[in-house]
């Protein structure tokens, strides 16, 4: 990149900062590093600038680098870290409108982080640049002293485990004795409320009370809990040395940082892109860009928002949710009034002129997530207009090539199937039941089964990492589906599946219900 190219991105900038303010985003000093696309690479693969090493990041590196090398159109769309201030990184060897493209996008990420109620609890929680540069050193310091196969099986097993948060991140977790009295205490309350009745003669109520107070008294945890690495770092019997413990408790911060953007990704790609669509086209008309670039930009961004059949394409579905939503709110087709209209071509003809598209994407954008605005704004209209399927694999009998087909268009069975994913992101549900399970300190947990079986290599893995940090025998119990010769659901098994540190033991019971 030459010294007349940086010039004019750092004058280009100031212009998108300025068309940025005036859409009402908010802006802040964004510091664009130009770097080469091996130091984009690797800044994807480890997450940051300076992360501690691991081999699986060494094995992301290779990945995207293969990628790279032969589709030619590798390097990352945009990336930037939602720090103070925020950092983002040019590709020198990217064309200077694809560059152009990614700053007016940034300034859209910018504003969504600052922005967003949870993005902001994310750069609240921590300033995870600045701590993941810290751990680096401190962490190659425990490779030298501790050996690397003891360094890299601590890793392994909080890496695996590692996405196992409370469904809500936002909530304040207490202190388990904290718990535990509070709890003891609603139930005695329960008690003295019913000794007060003038006729009480019932003391069945009262000895149950008594006795779950009794089991309370000696629970661990008292209640179930979801965060596994947390409770590890509390309660492992291993122990664990302390160089461990700071391994855990850093994986466990940078997941927990990396979860909170994970569940508004689609927004937040989404406006990104929604952003330098107004932003590129401003560039155009203002004659920032030439003709002949904006029909490059128009090629980018039609590469970045085509529709996907395997997953879906954060920046197409979510360029269009705010589209649809500007749209339809300054038509007013929202609220009862449109529900309950008997016009059977109110989607053409409805028109109330309420011109409240703008504040409503701004609205989003602030206070919602993925989840929230799938359960919201993803009715069958849109989700028909947005072209959104579930999708299958099936090999061309005559060819013998794999291709993609449509396995389903119900609109109201692909938002379900939406809203389920868009929960926790594919991450099972697994809570903490017993901490000293058998009076023994060894660890049961449960599978909270929703219809999808775990998979059992990863399933067995994981019980082994576990293992590693506890120290005790591991229990997970899960169910597994029975099915008839055409492969259909027809009963259900309850299993405890167990590791002792040597050996599998998988027991099974008939579920009547399930």
């Known amino acids: 990149m030459t010294n007349e190219q940086i010039k004019r991105l750092n004058e280009i900038e100031k212009e998108i900062r300025k068309i940025a303010e005036e859409m009402g985003l908010t802006t802040t000093e964004t510091e664009f590093e130009i770097v080469s696309s091996r130091k ?147 139930k005695q309350s329960r008690i003295r409320s019913i000794q007060k009745r003038e006729f009480h003669k019932d003391k069945s109520e009262i000895e149950q009370l008594k006795q779950e107070i009794s089991e309370l008294q000696q629970k661990t945890p008292p209640i179930p809990r979801y ?66 670039e904006h029909i490059e930009y128009s090629k980018f961004h039609s590469k970045v928002t085509r529709e996907q059949t395997k997953t879906l394409n954060w920046y197409n579905v979510g360029l269009k949710l705010y589209q649809d939503l500007v749209y339809r709110w300054d038509r007013g087709m929202h609220g009862k009034e449109f529900r309950e209209s008997k016009d059977p071509d109110k989607w053409v003809t409805f028109d109330r002129k309420a011109h409240k598209g703008i504040e409503k994407i701004f609205e989003v954008r602030k206070n919602y997530t993925d989840r929230m605005a799938i359960e919201e704004f993803f009715d069958e209209a849109f989700i028909r207009d947005a072209e959104i399927y579930l999708w299958n694999e099936e090999i061309d009998p005559q060819t013998g090539e794999i291709k993609q087909v449509i396995a389903e268009d119900d609109p109201e069975k692909i938002r379900r199937t939406l809203k389920s994913y868009f929960s926790l992101y594919g991450t099972p549900v697994i ?72 050996n599998h033991n998988i027991e099974k019971y008939k579920l009547e219900e399930w």
């Open 40 to 186: 984009m690479i690797e800044s994807m693969a480890y997450r940051f600038t300076t992360n501690f090493s691991h081999w699986s990041f060494g094995r992301d590196y290779d990945k995207q680098k293969t990628i790279y090398e032969h589709h030619g159109a590798g390097i990352p769309y945009e990336t930037v870290w939602n720090s103070d201030p925020p950092k983002a990184f040019l590709v020198e060897t990217n064309p200077v409108i694809l560059n152009i493209l990614v700053m007016a996008h940034v300034y859209g990420h910018v504003d969504f982080n600052r922005e967003n109620k949870y993005m902001r609890s994310a750069a609240d929680y921590m300033d995870l640049a600045r701590e993941a540069r810290n751990a680096e050193t401190r962490f190659r310091g425990y490779e030298r002293k501790y050996g690397l196969d003891e360094y890299e099986q601590t890793i392994d097993s909080a890496f695996s485990v590692c996405w196992h948060l409370p469904p809500d991140l936002l909530s304040e977790q207490e202190d388990e004795e904290t718990l535990r009295e509070r709890l003891i205490d609603m």
């Open 227 to 292: 965060d596994i690495l947390r409770y590890v770092l509390e309660k492992s019997p291993k122990p664990l040395a302390d160089w461990q413990k700071d391994i855990i408790s850093t994986i466990r911060d940078q997941t927990k940082f990396f979860e909170f953007q994970k569940r508004c990704k689609l927004l937040n790609e989404g406006w990104a892109t929604y952003v330098h669509l107004h932003i590129m086209r401003r560039l155009y008309e203002e004659n920032l860009i030439s003709q002949e």
């Open 431 to 502: 809570t903490i039941e017993d901490g000293n399970y058998k009076d023994n300190r060894e660890l049961y947990l449960k599978h909270e089964f929703t219809g999808q079986e775990l998979n059992p290599v990863f399933e067995s893995g994981a019980l082994e990492n576990l293992y590693y940090l506890w120290g005790r025998p591991i229990h997970l119990e899960t169910v597994e589906l029975e099915r008839d010769a055409a492969g259909r659901p027809s009963g259900a098994r309850k299993l405890i599946h167990s590791f002792d540190g040597k």
